[in-house]
Protein backbone atom coordinates (compact mmCIF):
# COMPACT_ATOMS: atom_id res chain seq x y z
CA UNK A 1 0.00 0.00 0.00
CA UNK A 2 2.73 2.29 1.22
CA UNK A 3 4.65 1.26 -2.07
CA UNK A 4 1.46 2.45 -3.93
CA UNK A 5 0.89 5.69 -2.68
CA UNK A 6 4.71 6.25 -3.54
CA UNK A 7 4.07 5.90 -6.88
CA UNK A 8 1.37 7.89 -6.76
CA UNK A 9 3.15 10.63 -5.01
CA UNK A 10 5.85 10.17 -7.61
CA UNK A 11 3.76 10.43 -10.64
CA UNK A 12 1.92 13.47 -9.01
CA UNK A 13 4.76 15.15 -8.80
CA UNK A 14 6.59 14.61 -12.17
CA UNK A 15 3.14 15.31 -13.37
CA UNK A 16 3.27 19.08 -11.75
CA UNK A 17 6.97 19.16 -12.80
CA UNK A 18 6.32 19.13 -16.26
CA UNK A 19 3.16 21.33 -16.36
CA UNK A 20 4.95 23.76 -14.38
CA UNK A 21 7.72 23.48 -16.57
CA UNK A 22 5.25 24.20 -19.64
CA UNK A 23 4.24 27.33 -17.73
CA UNK A 24 7.91 28.42 -17.15
CA UNK A 25 8.37 28.25 -20.83
CA UNK A 26 5.36 29.69 -22.20
CA UNK A 27 5.71 32.47 -19.49
CA UNK A 28 9.94 33.09 -20.44
CA UNK A 29 9.57 32.20 -24.23
CA UNK A 30 6.41 32.98 -25.56
CA UNK A 31 4.45 35.45 -23.40
CA UNK A 32 4.62 38.58 -24.47
CA UNK A 33 6.32 40.73 -21.53
CA UNK A 34 9.63 42.19 -21.08
CA UNK A 35 11.79 43.91 -18.59
CA UNK A 36 14.07 45.40 -21.37
CA UNK A 37 11.77 48.45 -21.46
CA UNK A 38 12.54 52.32 -21.06
CA UNK A 39 10.64 55.59 -20.19
CA UNK A 40 11.45 57.78 -23.39
CA UNK A 41 10.77 61.22 -24.57
CA UNK A 42 11.55 63.59 -27.49
CA UNK A 43 14.58 66.32 -26.43
CA UNK A 44 14.51 69.52 -28.34
CA UNK A 45 18.05 70.95 -28.59
CA UNK A 46 17.80 74.55 -28.66
CA UNK A 47 20.32 76.64 -30.71
CA UNK A 48 21.41 80.56 -31.26
CA UNK A 49 20.64 81.67 -34.73
CA UNK A 50 22.95 84.38 -34.15
CA UNK A 51 26.42 84.93 -32.42
CA UNK A 52 26.99 87.33 -29.41
CA UNK A 53 26.92 87.54 -25.60
CA UNK A 54 24.09 86.13 -23.69
CA UNK A 55 22.38 89.14 -21.45
CA UNK A 56 19.10 87.67 -19.99
CA UNK A 57 18.78 83.77 -19.06
CA UNK A 58 15.14 83.40 -18.11
CA UNK A 59 15.52 79.79 -17.02
CA UNK A 60 16.66 77.63 -14.24
CA UNK A 61 17.98 74.26 -14.31
CA UNK A 62 14.61 71.13 -14.00
CA UNK A 63 12.36 74.24 -14.47
CA UNK A 64 8.98 73.13 -16.44
CA UNK A 65 8.47 76.36 -19.09
CA UNK A 66 5.22 76.72 -21.98
CA UNK A 67 5.52 76.99 -25.32
CA UNK A 68 6.26 80.61 -26.32
CA UNK A 69 7.80 81.30 -23.44
CA UNK A 70 11.37 82.98 -23.23
CA UNK A 71 14.64 81.41 -22.15
CA UNK A 72 17.32 83.68 -23.18
CA UNK A 73 18.11 86.92 -24.63
CA UNK A 74 21.17 87.76 -26.86
CA UNK A 75 22.58 90.96 -27.07
CA UNK A 76 20.35 92.69 -29.42
CA UNK A 77 22.14 96.10 -29.58
CA UNK A 78 24.57 95.29 -32.90
CA UNK A 79 21.48 93.61 -34.38
CA UNK A 80 19.47 96.95 -33.56
CA UNK A 81 22.12 98.70 -35.29
CA UNK A 82 22.07 96.48 -38.50
CA UNK A 83 17.71 96.87 -38.74
CA UNK A 84 18.60 101.12 -38.45
CA UNK A 85 21.79 100.61 -40.94
CA UNK A 86 19.52 98.65 -43.57
CA UNK A 87 16.44 101.14 -43.18
CA UNK A 88 18.98 104.33 -44.06
CA UNK A 89 19.81 102.23 -46.93
CA UNK A 90 16.28 101.66 -48.06
CA UNK A 91 15.94 105.52 -48.07
CA UNK A 92 19.40 105.90 -49.91
CA UNK A 93 18.35 103.60 -52.80
CA UNK A 94 14.66 105.16 -53.04
CA UNK A 95 16.17 108.54 -53.35
CA UNK A 96 18.27 107.03 -56.16
CA UNK A 97 15.37 105.50 -57.95
CA UNK A 98 13.69 108.68 -57.73
CA UNK A 99 16.67 110.67 -59.40
CA UNK A 100 16.51 107.83 -62.05
CA UNK A 101 12.28 108.38 -62.56
CA UNK A 102 13.07 112.17 -62.22
CA UNK A 103 15.95 111.82 -65.43
CA UNK A 104 13.73 109.36 -67.54
CA UNK A 105 11.07 111.75 -67.59
CA UNK A 106 13.66 114.56 -68.71
CA UNK A 107 15.17 112.53 -71.38
CA UNK A 108 11.46 111.19 -72.77
CA UNK A 109 10.54 115.08 -72.77
CA UNK A 110 13.73 116.40 -74.32
CA UNK A 111 13.24 113.49 -77.01
CA UNK A 112 9.84 114.43 -77.95
CA UNK A 113 11.09 118.31 -78.78
CA UNK A 114 14.28 116.68 -80.95
CA UNK A 115 11.74 114.61 -82.68
CA UNK A 116 9.49 117.69 -83.27
CA UNK A 117 12.46 119.94 -84.55
CA UNK A 118 14.04 117.06 -87.02
CA UNK A 119 10.49 116.59 -88.44
CA UNK A 120 10.50 120.61 -89.22
CA UNK A 121 13.49 120.50 -90.56
CA UNK A 122 12.50 117.63 -92.28
CA UNK A 123 9.87 119.34 -94.24
CA UNK A 124 12.30 122.86 -94.69
CA UNK A 125 14.63 119.98 -96.20
CA UNK A 126 12.23 119.14 -98.67
CA UNK A 127 11.43 122.44 -99.50
CA UNK A 128 14.98 123.53 -99.98
CA UNK A 129 14.65 125.80 -97.25
CA UNK A 130 17.47 124.32 -95.48
CA UNK A 131 20.62 122.24 -96.02
CA UNK A 132 21.41 118.64 -95.51
CA UNK A 133 23.77 119.14 -93.47
CA UNK A 134 21.64 121.11 -90.94
CA UNK A 135 18.47 118.26 -90.90
CA UNK A 136 21.22 115.64 -90.54
CA UNK A 137 22.04 117.26 -87.06
CA UNK A 138 18.72 117.32 -85.74
CA UNK A 139 18.89 113.18 -86.79
CA UNK A 140 21.84 113.28 -84.34
CA UNK A 141 20.50 115.17 -81.87
CA UNK A 142 17.11 112.67 -81.60
CA UNK A 143 19.59 109.42 -81.51
CA UNK A 144 21.15 111.33 -78.80
CA UNK A 145 18.04 111.59 -77.13
CA UNK A 146 17.02 108.24 -77.33
CA UNK A 147 20.47 106.93 -76.37
CA UNK A 148 20.32 109.15 -73.09
CA UNK A 149 16.79 107.70 -72.42
CA UNK A 150 17.55 104.46 -72.73
CA UNK A 151 20.42 105.08 -70.26
CA UNK A 152 18.21 106.75 -67.61
CA UNK A 153 16.22 103.32 -67.89
CA UNK A 154 18.83 101.11 -67.21
CA UNK A 155 19.85 103.79 -64.46
CA UNK A 156 15.98 103.20 -63.40
CA UNK A 157 16.28 99.36 -63.62
CA UNK A 158 19.58 99.53 -61.23
CA UNK A 159 18.21 101.60 -58.71
CA UNK A 160 15.00 99.52 -58.35
CA UNK A 161 17.29 96.48 -58.12
CA UNK A 162 19.10 98.20 -54.80
CA UNK A 163 16.30 99.28 -53.45
CA UNK A 164 14.79 95.32 -53.63
CA UNK A 165 18.73 94.48 -52.48
CA UNK A 166 18.23 96.79 -49.59
CA UNK A 167 14.78 95.79 -48.51
CA UNK A 168 16.00 92.07 -48.79
CA UNK A 169 19.22 93.35 -46.02
CA UNK A 170 16.49 94.80 -44.14
CA UNK A 171 14.43 91.49 -43.73
CA UNK A 172 17.39 90.01 -42.70
CA UNK A 173 18.58 92.50 -40.71
CA UNK A 174 15.24 92.62 -38.89
CA UNK A 175 15.06 88.54 -38.56
CA UNK A 176 18.40 88.35 -36.82
CA UNK A 177 17.20 91.06 -34.40
CA UNK A 178 13.89 88.88 -33.44
CA UNK A 179 16.21 85.48 -33.12
CA UNK A 180 18.38 87.43 -30.46
CA UNK A 181 15.47 86.31 -28.49
CA UNK A 182 14.85 82.34 -27.85
CA UNK A 183 11.32 81.46 -27.07
CA UNK A 184 10.34 77.43 -26.42
CA UNK A 185 9.16 75.88 -28.87
CA UNK A 186 7.32 73.31 -27.10
CA UNK A 187 6.13 72.67 -23.46
CA UNK A 188 8.55 71.07 -21.37
CA UNK A 189 11.44 70.87 -18.72
CA UNK A 190 14.33 72.33 -18.84
CA UNK A 191 17.24 69.47 -18.28
CA UNK A 192 21.18 69.64 -17.68
CA UNK A 193 21.05 73.34 -17.97
CA UNK A 194 25.28 74.51 -18.61
CA UNK A 195 24.41 77.52 -20.30
CA UNK A 196 25.24 80.81 -18.16
CA UNK A 197 24.26 84.61 -18.25
CA UNK A 198 27.31 86.29 -19.81
CA UNK A 199 28.56 83.73 -21.98
CA UNK A 200 29.07 83.77 -25.72
CA UNK A 201 27.02 82.04 -27.96
CA UNK A 202 27.82 81.07 -31.16
CA UNK A 203 25.39 80.56 -34.63
CA UNK A 204 24.47 76.78 -34.61
CA UNK A 205 26.32 76.03 -31.10
CA UNK A 206 23.51 74.31 -28.80
CA UNK A 207 22.45 76.34 -25.55
CA UNK A 208 20.09 74.33 -23.59
CA UNK A 209 17.84 70.99 -23.81
CA UNK A 210 14.46 70.76 -23.54
CA UNK A 211 12.22 67.48 -22.73
CA UNK A 212 8.79 67.89 -24.42
CA UNK A 213 6.68 66.96 -21.46
CA UNK A 214 4.02 65.95 -24.03
CA UNK A 215 5.93 63.08 -25.77
CA UNK A 216 6.76 60.57 -23.05
CA UNK A 217 5.99 57.19 -24.08
CA UNK A 218 7.67 53.89 -22.85
CA UNK A 219 9.63 51.43 -25.59
CA UNK A 220 9.96 48.01 -24.71
CA UNK A 221 12.40 45.76 -26.78
CA UNK A 222 10.25 42.76 -27.07
CA UNK A 223 12.07 39.10 -28.12
CA UNK A 224 10.89 38.71 -31.90
CA UNK A 225 9.44 34.86 -30.46
CA UNK A 226 6.85 37.36 -28.89
CA UNK A 227 6.23 39.78 -31.89
CA UNK A 228 2.90 37.66 -33.12
CA UNK A 229 0.99 38.15 -29.88
CA UNK A 230 1.39 41.99 -29.68
CA UNK A 231 -0.45 44.23 -32.21
CA UNK A 232 -1.21 48.02 -32.49
CA UNK A 233 -3.83 48.79 -30.25
CA UNK A 234 -3.19 45.95 -27.64
CA UNK A 235 -3.71 47.01 -24.16
CA UNK A 236 -0.44 46.90 -21.64
CA UNK A 237 0.63 46.65 -17.98
CA UNK A 238 3.93 48.82 -16.86
CA UNK A 239 5.37 48.79 -13.87
CA UNK A 240 8.36 51.41 -13.38
CA UNK A 241 11.37 50.04 -11.32
CA UNK A 242 10.84 52.64 -8.57
CA UNK A 243 7.47 50.86 -7.73
CA UNK A 244 5.01 53.37 -10.08
CA UNK A 245 2.04 50.84 -12.26
CA UNK A 246 -0.47 51.99 -14.90
CA UNK A 247 -1.47 50.87 -18.07
CA UNK A 248 -0.99 51.83 -21.72
CA UNK A 249 -1.59 50.45 -25.34
CA UNK A 250 0.90 49.37 -28.26
CA UNK A 251 1.17 51.95 -30.68
CA UNK A 252 3.59 50.53 -33.20
CA UNK A 253 6.24 48.49 -33.94
CA UNK A 254 9.84 49.10 -35.33
CA UNK A 255 10.22 47.17 -38.95
CA UNK A 256 14.31 47.26 -38.79
CA UNK A 257 17.02 46.81 -36.71
CA UNK A 258 20.88 46.83 -37.52
CA UNK A 259 21.92 43.13 -38.86
CA UNK A 260 25.16 43.38 -36.98
CA UNK A 261 26.22 40.08 -38.97
CA UNK A 262 26.50 42.26 -42.34
CA UNK A 263 28.78 45.32 -41.99
CA UNK A 264 29.49 46.79 -45.25
CA UNK A 265 32.83 45.72 -47.04
CA UNK A 266 35.25 46.48 -49.55
CA UNK A 267 33.52 48.56 -52.12
CA UNK A 268 30.56 48.32 -50.49
CA UNK A 269 29.94 44.30 -50.59
CA UNK A 270 28.30 42.63 -47.77
CA UNK A 271 30.84 41.63 -45.23
CA UNK A 272 29.55 37.86 -44.10
CA UNK A 273 30.77 36.56 -40.97
CA UNK A 274 32.29 33.38 -41.61
CA UNK A 275 32.25 31.49 -38.21
CA UNK A 276 28.38 30.48 -37.27
CA UNK A 277 27.04 30.74 -33.58
CA UNK A 278 24.75 27.69 -33.19
CA UNK A 279 23.22 28.82 -30.59
CA UNK A 280 21.06 31.84 -31.27
CA UNK A 281 19.19 34.51 -29.38
CA UNK A 282 16.32 35.82 -29.90
CA UNK A 283 16.61 39.67 -31.35
CA UNK A 284 15.28 42.21 -29.39
CA UNK A 285 12.79 44.70 -31.66
CA UNK A 286 11.36 48.07 -30.24
CA UNK A 287 7.77 48.49 -29.29
CA UNK A 288 6.26 52.13 -28.46
CA UNK A 289 3.81 51.92 -26.59
CA UNK A 290 1.40 55.36 -25.61
CA UNK A 291 0.50 55.94 -21.73
CA UNK A 292 -2.57 56.05 -20.40
CA UNK A 293 -3.83 59.42 -20.88
CA UNK A 294 -5.57 59.10 -17.26
CA UNK A 295 -2.58 58.35 -15.65
CA UNK A 296 -2.13 61.03 -12.66
CA UNK A 297 1.53 60.75 -12.10
CA UNK A 298 2.45 61.04 -15.77
CA UNK A 299 3.92 64.50 -14.80
CA UNK A 300 6.62 62.86 -12.64
CA UNK A 301 7.70 60.58 -15.32
CA UNK A 302 11.62 60.38 -15.62
CA UNK A 303 12.56 59.54 -19.84
CA UNK A 304 15.92 56.96 -18.92
CA UNK A 305 14.02 54.80 -16.07
CA UNK A 306 13.71 51.15 -16.58
CA UNK A 307 10.18 49.72 -16.61
CA UNK A 308 8.81 46.23 -17.08
CA UNK A 309 5.69 45.97 -19.92
CA UNK A 310 3.29 43.41 -20.29
CA UNK A 311 0.48 42.32 -22.66
CA UNK A 312 -2.94 41.93 -22.29
CA UNK A 313 -3.68 39.06 -24.52
Wanted: proline share 3%; net charge neutral.
Amino acid sequence: MNERVAQVSTLVVVVLALVLGWFAWEHYTRAPWTRDARVRADVVTLSADVAGRIVSLKVADNQHVDKGELLLEIDPERYALAVEHARRAIEVARASEGLAQAAIISSQALLKQRQSEEQRRRTLKQGFAISGEEWEKSSTDVAVAQAELMRGQANLSLATANVQLASAALTQAELDLQRTRIYAPVSGYVTNLLTRQGDYATAGGPLLALVDSGSFHISGYFEETKLPRIHPGSKVDIALMSGECFQGTVQSIAYAITDRENAPGNRLLANINPSYTWVKLAQRIPVRIEIDPDYAGKANLRAGTTATVTVRE
